[in-house]
């Protein structure tokens, strides 16, 4: 069960999160737009 949660928890860490907020809110491909950055500062920029 350990190995599990660590495997897991593993796989969720390695999705970039600003990328994927930004490109599910529907406002294209973070890495194109702003300082192309796919860091938080740029994507609170990109979702306004």
């Given at each position: 069960?350990?190995?599990l949660f660590i495997l897991l928890?593993?796989?969720l860490?390695?999705?970039p999160a600003a990328y994927l907020a930004v490109y599910l809110?529907?406002?294209g491909d973070?890495?194109?737009k702003?300082?192309?950055n796919?860091?938080?500062q740029?994507?609170?920029r990109c979702l306004g």
């Open positions: 069960m350990p190995l928890s593993y796989l860490g390695t999705f809110s529907q406002t973070i890495r194109l702003g300082d192309r796919m860091g938080a740029n994507a609170c």
